[in-house]
């Protein structure tokens, strides 16, 4: 899977957001080591806090189908740069992808910013580190 191809499908991905309060519709596509690429937007609520961000609705379809081994994820909003995601999401991705995984950002007018989970999140708490107490 082209990075380019990931990309396509994440801008693709914002058409079914749900958006009534923010109108600001995010898409994302999660690779997986199959070739697999789950999709996910964002999904709004009455009850504002209750909304899922785009990449979390993608590791959550993507979790409960029986996958957890992702090779790369894009990201695609309407902003000047290239989308910035959540804290919330930031740490939902690092329980699940590697620290070197890239992570490709974008916005509709083509810039792209390559990153990677543990760029986006140093310093993450993971599940290594519940190891020491559990290990007493
Ligand atoms: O990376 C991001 C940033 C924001 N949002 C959503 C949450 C909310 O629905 C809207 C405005 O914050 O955008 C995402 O889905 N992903
Ligand atoms: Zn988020």
Redo the contacts with the bound molecule.
């Keep these: 899977m082209e990075k380019e191809q990931l990309l396509e499908q994440a801008i693709a991905a914002r058409e079914n957001a749900y ?1 009534p309060y ?1 109108k ?1 519709p ?1 898409g994302a596509a999660l690779l997986t080591s199959d070739g697999k690429v789950y999709l996910g937007c ?1 999904i ?1 609520n009455a009850g504002y806090s209750l ?1 899922n ?3 979390r609705t993608a590791m959550f379809k993507a979790v409960s189908e029986g996958d957890r081994t992702f090779t790369a994820l894009a ?1 695609s ?1 309407d902003t000047e740069g290239p ?4 804290g919330a ?1 930031r740490q939902v991705l690092a329980e699940f992808c590697a620290p070197d995984m890239p992570v490709y950002l974008t916005n509709l007018k083509g810039d792209v910013q390559d990153t990677t989970i543990s760029e986006l999140l140093p310093g993450a708490f993971t599940p290594e580190d519940l190891k020491y107490a559990a290990g007493k």
């Excluded at 989308?83 to 959540?86: D, G, Q, T």
């Design positions: 958006v923010s600001f995010v964002n709004e909304t961000c785009a990449e990201v909003a989308v910035s995601p959540c999401c």
